[in-house]
C-alpha cells in the first residue's frame, strides 16, 4: 500500500533519478513532451521493464488499480519505457495491452504511443469501481484506440483476496468500492451485449478465444 495512490503527488526528486538509473533499451520513437522538450522511447526487456514499473508503481495515483509486477509476465511481450523511466507500457504476444502507466505530471502519453497500440494491441482489461460509462480510464481506451467493452465482471473481491490478500484488498475497497473488472477489444466484428461472467478467469479464457491475436 502506498499514501501515493489516493492521492496526486508528484514523484520525488531522488526517486525519479532511481528510477532513471535503470532504463535501457533500444530507441524506438522520438516524442515531444513540452516546449522544446523530447523523449525517446524505448524498447526494453522483461527484467528492466518490470523493475521500472514496479518502482513507479509505488509512486503511482491510483497505482492500487495496477496489477503487481509478478501478475504479468513480460518475457514474451514488446515492452517499451520512455528513456526517463518514468512512463512504460506492454504488449502480450497475444495482443493484450498491459502496464500502462505514467509519472509525468501532465498528459499526452496515451496519445503518444497511439500508433504502437493499434498496430500490436487488441484487448485490454480494466478494473473498476463504478459504472463502465462512468470510468475515465476506459473512456480513455475508447476515445484514443477504438477499445470497445465485451465482458465484464460481477465482483472480483474474492478473487482479489486470493491473489492479493486482505490487507490490500481492505485497503483498496475502504478508499475505492467493489471491484470488478471490464474487458475491452479492438475488432471490426459487431459487438453487441456486453457478456456478465461471475468469474474472472472464465472471462479473460472467454475474450482469448473469441478475439484472436492480429484481429482488428
Given at each position: 500500500?502506498?499514501?501515493?495512490?489516493?492521492?496526486?503527488?508528484?514523484?520525488?526528486?531522488?526517486?525519479?533519478?532511481?528510477?532513471?538509473?535503470?532504463?535501457?533499451?533500444?530507441?524506438?520513437?522520438?516524442?515531444?513532451?513540452?516546449?522544446g522538450e523530447e523523449l525517446r522511447l524505448l524498447k526494453t526487456d522483461a527484467?528492466?521493464?518490470?523493475?521500472?514499473?514496479?518502482?513507479?508503481?509505488?509512486?503511482?495515483?491510483?497505482?492500487?488499480?495496477?496489477?503487481?509486477?509478478?501478475?504479468?509476465?513480460?518475457?514474451?511481450?514488446?515492452?517499451?519505457?520512455?528513456?526517463?523511466?518514468?512512463?512504460?507500457?506492454?504488449?502480450?504476444?497475444?495482443?493484450?495491452?498491459?502496464?500502462?502507466?505514467?509519472?509525468?505530471?501532465?498528459?499526452?502519453?496515451?496519445?503518444?504511443?497511439?500508433?504502437?497500440?493499434?498496430?500490436?494491441?487488441?484487448?485490454?482489461?480494466?478494473?473498476?469501481?463504478?459504472?463502465y460509462e462512468d470510468c475515465h480510464l476506459a473512456r480513455m481506451y475508447r476515445?484514443?484506440?477504438?477499445?470497445?467493452?465485451?465482458?465484464?465482471?460481477?465482483?472480483?473481491?474474492?478473487?482479489?483476496?486470493?491473489?492479493?490478500?486482505?490487507?490490500?484488498?481492505?485497503?483498496?475497497?475502504?478508499?475505492?468500492?467493489?471491484?470488478?473488472?471490464?474487458?475491452?477489444?479492438?475488432?471490426?466484428?459487431?459487438?453487441?451485449?456486453?457478456?456478465?461472467?461471475?468469474?474472472?478467469?472464465?472471462?479473460?479464457?472467454?475474450?482469448?478465444?473469441?478475439?484472436?491475436?492480429?484481429?482488428?
Open positions: 500500500m502506498s499514501e501515493f495512490w489516493h492521492k496526486k503527488q508528484e514523484i520525488p526528486a531522488e526517486v525519479r533519478e532511481a528510477i532513471g538509473g535503470m532504463v535501457a533499451g533500444e530507441p524506438v520513437a522520438r516524442f515531444a513532451v513540452g516546449q527484467k528492466t521493464f518490470g523493475r521500472v514499473f514496479a518502482l513507479n508503481r509505488e509512486y503511482l495515483y491510483r497505482g492500487d488499480y495496477t496489477a503487481p509486477v509478478e501478475e504479468n509476465d513480460y518475457i514474451d511481450s514488446d515492452n517499451y519505457l520512455t528513456e526517463d523511466g518514468l512512463e512504460g507500457f506492454a504488449i502480450t504476444e497475444n495482443g493484450w495491452l498491459i502496464s500502462l502507466f505514467s509519472n509525468r505530471p501532465g498528459r499526452g502519453f496515451s496519445r503518444r504511443i497511439r500508433p504502437f497500440v493499434l498496430e500490436k494491441a487488441n484487448k485490454l482489461v480494466c478494473i473498476l469501481t463504478t459504472d476515445r484514443e484506440y477504438g477499445f470497445e467493452a465485451f465482458a465484464e465482471t460481477v465482483n472480483d473481491e474474492q478473487v482479489m483476496r486470493r491473489y492479493y490478500g486482505d490487507a490490500f484488498v481492505d485497503e483498496f475497497v475502504r478508499n475505492n468500492g467493489i471491484p470488478h473488472h471490464i474487458f475491452m477489444v479492438r475488432t471490426s466484428r459487431p459487438i453487441g451485449q456486453v457478456k456478465k461472467f461471475e468469474d474472472y478467469f472464465a472471462a479473460y479464457e472467454y475474450v482469448n478465444r473469441e478475439i484472436p491475436n492480429g484481429e482488428r
